[in-house]
């Protein structure tokens, strides 16, 4: 019998990496603006899968931190799941 796994939601933890980076935002940053302790936060840029309760609060801590235009020119956009 295989190991069971917990279904969720993930991240693409480059894409996470980048709305962090272009709001000049670190983990300890959104994991207190979110209310998401700090170790979920890492499991979240590492591609873990989330509830969507916790999904939902990371999302909108970055909706309510402003983009820096100046990063976004100077930050690569990841693609295809590559940073």
Known sequence: MGVARKSG???DPHRLDYELA???LSAD???ERSGVPAPTISRARHGRAMNSTT???IVAAL???P???GL???IAK???GEG
């Open 67 to 69: 983009v820096d235009p």
């Open 29 to 31: 940053d959104l994991s």
């Open 9 to 11: 939601i993930t991240f």
């Open 72 to 74: 976004v020119a100077l």
């Open 22 to 24: 272009i709001r000049a």
């Open 63 to 65: 909706k309510q931190s």
């Open 78 to 80: 990841p693609t295809n």
């Open 55 to 57: 999904v939902r609060s």
